[in-house]
């Protein structure tokens, strides 16, 4: 099993919503290098930090686990959706999606506490330069983003 941080603004899809839809799969993602991620790491029963990004209160916001692997993002086919790639084949799909499945939510670790922890220097959030949207996170890290919590 291994450990992700999958980023999403709450204006477009939200841990609130991702608990009211139980499962959903996670589209939209339009990055080459978090595209192979998801593609090539990302794997069934896989744990999933909730990070809330551009808004008053970003940061990690809930817990989902992988509950299917990759396979190709409809959305790109699609000319009305915001998601939609003219240049993606349908026999050779460019993006995929992974669905998830709502754990729980938790209490807000923000990004400020997040870059404060030297324990979480190394990761790749808070790296310079760094905007994926899909990102790995070592057990380590995940251990002590949980402590931060206060929940467990």
């Known amino acids: ?5 999958f980023k999403t603004e709450p204006d477009t899809f939200s841990i609130d919503t991702l608990k009211q839809q139980a499962v959903s799969c996670w589209e939209g993602v339009r990055n080459y290098q ?10 069934l029963g896989d744990q999933v ?5 551009s808004c008053k209160d970003v940061g990690v916001v809930g817990m989902a686990t992988v509950v299917k692997e990759a396979y190709p993002d409809h959305f790109q086919f699609d000319p009305e959706s915001p998601y939609y790639d003219p ?5 050779n799909p460019r ?3 992974v669905d998830v499945e709502y754990q729980r939510h938790l209490r807000l670790v923000s990004l400020k506490r997040i870059k404060a922890n ?3 220097a ?5 790296k310079r330069g760094n905007r994926l949207s899909i990102m790995p996170v ?7 983003i949980l402590s931060m919590t206060g929940q467990f």
């Open 138 to 144: 070592t057990p380590a890290q995940w251990q002590e």
């Open 122 to 126: 190394e990761m790749p959030l808070v």
């Open 34 to 43: 978090a595209r192979n991620m998801m593609r090539d790491e990302v794997k």
């Open 118 to 120: 030297p324990a979480l």
């Open 95 to 97: 993006w995929i999606m």
């Open 49 to 53: 930090f909730i990070y809330h990004s």
């Open 1 to 5: 099993m291994a450990y992700w941080l």
């Open 87 to 91: 240049k993606s084949d349908p026999d």
